[in-house]
């Protein structure tokens, strides 16, 4: 099958005054129609960065761009920005964070659904609004032709998240790009918006990148995990690989680390330091300066990726060599209380 | 485990943020300053002016109030006045840098003993709240209501013309945008966290402001005053223009404007040169500010 | 067992004012009748979504809102105006972690001053002051020759966060009341943290009241668990037994809603429909019955008590209380 998303060698820089930051360092990847990826990661890992780069919208005058980027037949590094508009929203399109500050306060929700698809379609206004209406009953939204008129501060925050579905999904694009879309809402909306994700995902068909940075919305969400750290992937894998039986010592410390891991009144396991200065990353492997199983020769060389098995690979040169296998305990065994 | 130190932090903002190591606010603020171009040029102008000003004897050959009935407006690069003379026959150039100090005096003076008053007002009308914060702004409101110009009009035209009166006015007229500026940054300033936090420590409202309110405000506070000087400069000129301010046979950029209009169809250029001066001035004054405020919006 | 903390009947309405003439146009319900006790040296968790009144009830224990009605009790003296116990005194006794680490530091101050703020305004000398900041520094795991002149700018969030636990230690308080203090950090960094928030209970000899949304971390921190829901106390309880064998709907639906860790058992159904509601006009009686799948007219009649059971355990339920008139008690 052909992919939808090809990524090749990205690379991303931005340059300041004060420094440069190397924020993505040599991903590559591919999606298949009707999966969806989770890239996980903590801040400054630059998962956020990757998924803006796949819809063309780093800044233009600070940003250094280099590799091959191909979202559904369209080569996203080398369009200009008006090209790039006729994409965004058609074939691509991108739920974010925060809906209070991706919607547009002056408008209706009506308004801003409808107008994507007229400028995208070409459709009437009254067309485009009956569309606006199933998309909002779609996204369950509860009194739909009602909350067609309501502007976004008479939302909720779940209910302005699944507005901002409604006016991703309003083109029926192929890929769907979602940063984070979960992390500021409660946790018994969080899920609800997982569970109509995911079924929007198989009624459409459509392929999606999730970012987060947690491990359980990453589970629940995604068909593949890439674990994110310091601008490169460091493990790729079907989910239930590398949650339960993780191969890279970040994987596998992260896991460790979440508090689901622990018992009551001991400590946690913890990966020791802090995340690298991205203005300067240490040679080698970007994790050897905080993990435990590091010799001498992961300080030296940039560890390639290494497929320990048809559909998972691992950046380790000691892994790859056989030297060491992190075995930890299956969270998911852990955590049935 | 505990942090070590060594190993360094997170994000490509806590990259940036690692890059400036061991600044506090206002040493930032300065390296962003130097940076900007214009606001250096713009503080070069300024300094350059202010030295000749102060130093006035030794930039100029003249005596500002000495005339001569037979050297009356003669034009630019007349031998010895490379200026010209004004109407009564004084050497230009002598009466604009000796003008310089009244004019920039009446500019800078007022929004100086503004600040002072104004802030004051402002800060304690903003932390107090409540009643005193209503007794102190709809008063600074019932001033704010008359437009600047006429109410040092008015305040001049009570008291008589004259530099100290003119100071006074224009004092008056700029207290209420400062009482305005300041309390509204104080508010904005007492409902941050770390203010909470030290008032959970059981700190005075004294000790609050000296330690953490105060210095979280000066800023926006002083890059304000700086654009007002701006208007200040116009104004104490626009008071002299009309007879308001100060008072012959001083030299003073407006009133210079006034008197030379006798010129206007003799030597057109010599009535506009006290305009571009005050022009030059208050523009440098405004870019000034647009700087300040621009190098002191560090957000990282 | 005198408790060190025993709170009774806490409830703060804040009123919404507009209008030409500030008239009061709703009232927000943001806490209502809370009660409870922490014991000494026990980490009592308080969990709940957004509007539910915990940042509230932090905020009205360390008296920083005034309250409007209700009683605190520190260590069995009274805490008010006039009372035993002033303000002033409660906060040398108890003391406060805010969420956002970054906002809760004076950006003009280097961090050590910020440390050193409080026991200087309780009348400890400069020098000394900024002494035991550097003593702080080195216990919460910084090294005070490098952290002492930083300002909070130049460090990260868990490197903020530590600073702020050395700030609320520096006036010796027996009580910390941590409010979302890990939930802005990373997951790696948010394990450091929490060891060294364990590492500093044990080592001062302190009690903790621990707020978050977070519920697999308040479960690893706390001994005991307050469920709250739009201002009231739902469950109270050992966190183990509550989270093992929750009562309450609401505390069964937020458990219930965690993210699954096991790819082979994922969420079908989302247990709760709809976002929770505004503290503004909560609905009558039980305020969690517009959501719960068991609602009955008697719970929009008669708000729910939180009974205690023989078990440590307290809910606010009518199904769970014979005789209330619900068809399941």
Request: hydrophobic share 45%.
């Given at each position: 099958?052909?992919?939808?998303?090809?990524?090749?060698?990205?690379?991303?820089?931005?340059?300041?005054?004060?420094?440069?930051?190397?924020?993505?360092?040599?991903?590559?990847?591919?999606?298949?129609?009707?999966?969806?990826?989770?890239?996980?990661?903590?801040?400054?890992?630059?998962?956020?960065?990757?998924?803006?780069?796949?819809?063309?919208?780093?800044?233009?005058?600070?940003?250094?761009?280099?590799?091959?980027?191909?979202?559904?037949g369209h080569e996203i590094t080398k369009m200009s920005e008006a090209e790039l508009r006729e994409v965004r929203g058609t074939k691509i399109a991108m739920i974010f964070q925060e809906p209070m500050t991706a919607l547009d306060p002056?408008?209706?929700?009506?308004?801003?659904?409808?107008?994507?698809?007229?400028?995208?379609?070409?459709?009437?206004?009254?067309?485009?609004?009956?569309?606006?209406?199933?998309?909002?009953?779609?996204?369950?939204?509860?009194?739909?032709?009602?909350?067609?008129?309501?502007?976004?501060?008479?939302?909720?925050?779940?209910?302005?998240?699944?507005?901002?579905?409604?006016?991703?999904?309003?083109?029926?694009?192929?890929?769907?790009?979602?940063?984070?879309?979960?992390?500021?809402?409660?946790?018994?909306?969080?899920?609800?918006?997982?569970?109509?994700?995911?079924?929007?995902?198989?009624?459409?068909?459509?392929?999606?990148?999730?970012?987060?940075?947690?491990?359980?919305?990453?589970?629940?969400?995604?068909?593949?995990?890439?674990?994110?750290?310091?601008?490169?992937?460091?493990?790729?894998?079907?989910?239930?690989?590398?949650?339960?039986?993780?191969?890279?010592?970040?994987?596998?410390?992260?896991?460790?680390?979440?508090?689901?891991?622990?018992?009551?009144?001991?400590?946690?396991?913890?990966?020791?330091?802090?995340?690298?200065?991205?203005?300067?990353?240490?040679?080698?492997?970007?994790?050897?300066?905080?993990?435990?199983?590091?010799?001498?020769?992961?300080?030296?060389?940039?560890?390639?990726?290494?497929?320990?098995?048809?559909?998972?690979?691992?950046?380790?040169?000691?892994?790859?060599?056989?030297?060491?296998?992190?075995?930890?305990?299956?969270?998911?065994?852990?955590?049935?209380? | 485990?505990?942090?070590?130190?060594?190993?360094?932090?997170?994000?490509?903002?806590?990259?940036?943020?690692?890059?400036?190591?061991?600044?506090?606010?206002?040493?930032?603020?300065?390296?962003?300053?130097?940076?900007?171009?214009?606001?250096?040029?713009?503080?070069?102008?300024?300094?350059?002016?202010?030295?000749?000003?102060?130093?006035?004897?030794?930039?100029?050959?003249?005596?500002?109030?000495?005339?001569?009935?037979?050297?009356?407006?003669?034009?630019?690069?007349?031998?010895?006045?490379?200026?010209?003379?004004?109407?009564?026959?004084?050497?230009?150039?002598?009466?604009?840098?000796?003008?310089?100090?009244?004019?920039?005096?009446?500019?800078?003076?007022?929004?100086?003993?503004?600040?002072?008053?104004?802030?004051?007002?402002?800060?304690?009308?903003?932390?107090?709240?409540?009643?005193?914060?209503?007794?102190?702004?709809?008063?600074?409101?019932?001033?704010?209501?008359?437009?600047?110009?006429?109410?040092?009009?008015?305040?001049?035209?009570?008291?008589?013309?004259?530099?100290?009166?003119?100071?006074?006015?224009?004092?008056?007229?700029?207290?209420?945008?400062?009482?305005?500026?300041?309390?509204?940054?104080?508010?904005?300033?007492?409902?941050?966290?770390?203010?909470?936090?030290?008032?959970?420590?059981?700190?005075?409202?004294?000790?609050?402001?000296?330690?953490?309110?105060?210095?979280?405000?000066?800023?926006?506070?002083?890059?304000?005053?700086?654009?007002?000087?701006?208007?200040?400069?116009?104004?104490?000129?626009?008071?002299?223009?009309?007879?308001?301010?100060?008072?012959?046979?001083?030299?003073?950029?407006?009133?210079?404007?006034?008197?030379?209009?006798?010129?206007?169809?003799?030597?057109?250029?010599?009535?506009?040169?006290?305009?571009?001066?005050?022009?030059?001035?208050?523009?440098?004054?405004?870019?000034?500010?647009?700087?300040?405020?621009?190098?002191?919006?560090?957000?990282? | 067992?005198?408790?060190?903390?025993?709170?009774?009947?806490?409830?703060?309405?804040?009123?919404?004012?507009?209008?030409?003439?500030?008239?009061?146009?709703?009232?927000?319900?943001?806490?209502?009748?809370?009660?409870?006790?922490?014991?000494?040296?026990?980490?009592?968790?308080?969990?709940?979504?957004?509007?539910?009144?915990?940042?509230?009830?932090?905020?009205?224990?360390?008296?920083?809102?005034?309250?409007?009605?209700?009683?605190?009790?520190?260590?069995?003296?009274?805490?008010?105006?006039?009372?035993?116990?002033?303000?002033?005194?409660?906060?040398?006794?108890?003391?406060?972690?805010?969420?956002?680490?970054?906002?809760?530091?004076?950006?003009?101050?280097?961090?050590?001053?910020?440390?050193?703020?409080?026991?200087?305004?309780?009348?400890?000398?400069?020098?000394?002051?900024?002494?035991?900041?550097?003593?702080?520094?080195?216990?919460?795991?910084?090294?005070?020759?490098?952290?002492?002149?930083?300002?909070?700018?130049?460090?990260?969030?868990?490197?903020?966060?530590?600073?702020?636990?050395?700030?609320?230690?520096?006036?010796?308080?027996?009580?910390?009341?941590?409010?979302?203090?890990?939930?802005?950090?990373?997951?790696?960094?948010?394990?450091?943290?929490?060891?060294?928030?364990?590492?500093?209970?044990?080592?001062?000899?302190?009690?903790?009241?621990?707020?978050?949304?977070?519920?697999?971390?308040?479960?690893?921190?706390?001994?005991?668990?307050?469920?709250?829901?739009?201002?009231?106390?739902?469950?109270?309880?050992?966190?183990?037994?509550?989270?093992?064998?929750?009562?309450?709907?609401?505390?069964?639906?937020?458990?219930?809603?965690?993210?699954?860790?096991?790819?082979?058992?994922?969420?079908?159904?989302?247990?709760?429909?709809?976002?929770?509601?505004?503290?503004?006009?909560?609905?009558?009686?039980?305020?969690?019955?517009?959501?719960?799948?068991?609602?009955?007219?008697?719970?929009?009649?008669?708000?729910?008590?939180?009974?205690?059971?023989?078990?440590?355990?307290?809910?606010?339920?009518?199904?769970?209380?014979?005789?209330?008139?619900?068809?399941?008690?």
């Amino acid at each position: 099958m052909v992919p939808v998303v090809s990524v090749e060698g990205l690379r991303v820089r931005f340059t300041t005054p004060d420094a440069t930051v190397s924020a993505v360092n040599g991903v590559d990847f591919a999606l298949e129609p009707g999966r969806v990826l989770g890239i996980l990661g903590e801040s400054g890992s630059g998962k956020t960065v990757t998924l803006r780069a796949l819809i063309g919208l780093l800044p233009r005058g600070h940003s250094h761009v280099e590799g091959r980027i191909t979202v559904a037949g369209h080569e996203i590094t080398k369009m200009s920005e008006a090209e790039l508009r006729e994409v965004r929203g058609t074939k691509i399109a991108m739920i974010f964070q925060e809906p209070m500050t991706a919607l547009d306060p002056v408008f209706t929700i009506g308004e801003q659904i409808a107008e994507t698809i007229v400028r995208h379609e070409g459709v009437s206004r009254a067309d485009a609004y009956r569309r606006a209406l199933d998309l909002l009953e779609m996204v369950q939204i509860p009194s739909a032709a009602r909350r067609l008129k309501s502007y976004p501060h008479e939302m909720s925050g779940g209910m302005r998240q699944r507005a901002m579905i409604a006016v991703a999904l309003s083109c029926r694009p192929a890929v769907l790009l979602a940063d984070e879309p979960t992390t500021a809402l409660d946790v018994t909306v969080q899920i609800q918006i997982i569970v109509l994700l995911r079924q929007l995902q198989r009624e459409l068909g459509m392929a999606v990148v999730f970012v987060t940075h947690d491990v359980g919305v990453a589970v629940e969400v995604a068909d593949r995990i890439a674990v994110m750290y310091a601008g490169r992937f460091v493990e790729t894998g079907p989910t239930e690989t590398v949650i339960c039986s993780p191969a890279h010592p970040y994987t596998a410390g992260l896991l460790a680390s979440t508090v689901l891991g622990a018992a009551q009144g001991q400590r946690l396991d913890t990966i020791p330091g802090t995340p690298p200065d991205m203005t300067s990353l240490p040679p080698g492997c970007s994790f050897a300066p905080r993990c435990r199983f590091a010799e001498t020769g992961c300080h030296h060389a940039l560890p390639p990726e290494f497929a320990l098995a048809s559909d998972h690979a691992v950046r380790c040169l000691r892994v790859a060599a056989g030297e060491i296998a992190v075995a930890e305990p299956s969270l998911a065994e852990q955590a049935v209380w | 485990m505990t942090d070590t130190p060594a190993i360094a932090i997170a994000e490509p903002v806590e990259a940036l943020r690692r890059a400036q190591q061991g600044k506090s606010y206002w040493k930032r603020v300065w390296e962003r300053l130097r940076r900007d171009k214009v606001t250096l040029a713009m503080a070069a102008i300024l300094i350059a002016l202010l030295t000749m000003v102060i130093f006035a004897p030794w930039f100029t050959a003249h005596d500002p109030y000495q005339g001569s009935v037979l050297r009356r407006l003669k034009p630019i690069g007349f031998p010895g006045h490379w200026l010209g003379t004004d109407e009564v026959g004084r050497d230009l150039w002598s009466r604009m840098v000796y003008g310089g100090r009244l004019s920039l005096l009446a500019g800078v003076m007022p929004v100086f003993l503004a600040l002072l008053v104004g802030g004051f007002l402002g800060i304690l009308a903003g932390y107090a709240g409540g009643l005193v914060n209503s007794a102190i702004m709809r008063l600074a409101d019932v001033l704010y209501a008359f437009p600047s110009i006429l109410l040092a009009i008015a305040i001049t035209g009570i008291l008589g013309a004259g530099l100290r009166n003119t100071i006074l006015a224009l004092t008056i007229a700029f207290v209420p945008p400062l009482v305005r500026i300041s309390e509204a940054v104080t508010t904005q300033a007492r409902h941050l966290d770390f203010v909470e936090a030290a008032r959970a420590s059981g700190a005075g409202t004294m000790r609050i402001l000296q330690y953490h309110i105060l210095s979280n405000v000066l800023g926006p506070i002083l890059v304000y005053a700086t654009s007002l000087i701006s208007i200040g400069i116009i104004l104490a000129a626009g008071l002299s223009f009309l007879g308001l301010g100060v008072t012959p046979p001083n030299a003073e950029w407006g009133l210079m404007l006034n008197n030379l209009r006798q010129a206007l169809w003799v030597d057109p250029v010599i009535c506009a040169l006290p305009g571009v001066m005050i022009f030059i001035t208050s523009m440098c004054f405004n870019l000034l500010s647009d700087g300040l405020r621009q190098a002191m919006d560090v957000r990282l | 067992m005198r408790p060190l903390l025993a709170v009774d009947g806490l409830t703060k309405h804040f009123p919404l004012r507009g209008g030409l003439l500030n008239r009061t146009k709703a009232v927000v319900q943001a806490v209502d009748d809370v009660s409870f006790e922490v014991g000494a040296g026990e980490t009592l968790g308080i969990v709940g979504e957004s509007g539910c009144g915990k940042s509230t009830t932090a905020r009205l224990l360390m008296h920083l809102v005034p309250l409007d009605h209700g009683t605190i009790a520190f260590d069995g003296k009274a805490v008010g105006a006039g009372a035993e116990l002033s303000r002033r005194d409660l906060h040398r006794q108890m003391q406060m972690v805010f969420q956002d680490s970054y906002a809760s530091l004076n950006p003009r101050l280097p961090v050590a001053m910020s440390i050193a703020f409080g026991p200087l305004v309780h009348g400890l000398a400069k020098s000394a002051s900024l002494a035991r900041a550097r003593d702080l520094l080195q216990a919460v795991g910084l090294d005070p020759m490098l952290f002492a002149n930083r300002y909070p700018h130049e460090l990260s969030g868990g490197q903020r966060q530590r600073i702020n636990v050395a700030r609320a230690l520096a006036l010796e308080p027996r009580l910390v009341i941590l409010d979302e203090a890990v939930s802005a950090l990373d997951k790696s960094i948010e394990a450091q943290v929490l060891n060294l928030l364990i590492d500093i209970k044990e080592r001062f000899d302190l009690t903790y009241i621990f707020i978050s949304h977070d519920l697999n971390v308040v479960r690893f921190i706390s001994d005991r668990v307050l469920v709250m829901y739009l201002g009231k106390v739902v469950e109270l309880g050992p966190v183990d037994r509550i989270y093992r064998e929750p009562r309450h709907p609401y505390t069964k639906a937020l458990l219930s809603a965690m993210p699954s860790m096991d790819p082979r058992r994922r969420t079908m159904d989302a247990p709760l429909s709809g976002d929770p509601p505004n503290p503004i006009n909560p609905p009558s009686g039980c305020r969690f019955r517009t959501r719960c799948p068991f609602a009955e007219a008697v719970c929009a009649d008669v708000p729910p008590t939180l009974t205690m059971g023989h078990d440590g355990r307290a809910v606010a339920c009518h199904m769970l209380v014979s005789g209330s008139g619900h068809s399941r008690a």
